[in-house]
């Protein structure tokens, strides 16, 4: 099956010269580096459920749940009112 063929047009240069940076640092063309960044964003890597769950139970081990008091919250919300 034949590939497509996309042509871009209006880039602006900052982002431009951003993309050359990036394809040289990676020793890629242009062209590839293009399509490595569409596929990063177009396709993001898929992770397991365990995975998915062992990440939101890491994050929430880091959250400090007993820094803010029922006390602050009301002051919080008070605060805002007149």
Do not use: F, W
């Amino acid at each position: 099956m034949p590939m497509a063929t996309i042509t871009l047009k209006n880039i602006p240069d900052d982002l431009y010269q951003r993309l050359r940076e990036v394809a040289k640092a990676h020793h890629r063309s242009i062209n590839s580096e293009m399509i490595n960044c569409l596929e990063l964003v177009l396709k993001p890597k898929q992770i397991s459920v365990e995975q998915r769950v062992a990440r939101l139970r890491s994050a929430r081990a880091r959250v400090i749940t007993d820094s803010i008091g029922d006390e602050e919250i009301q002051r919080a919300i008070d605060d805002g009112r007149p």
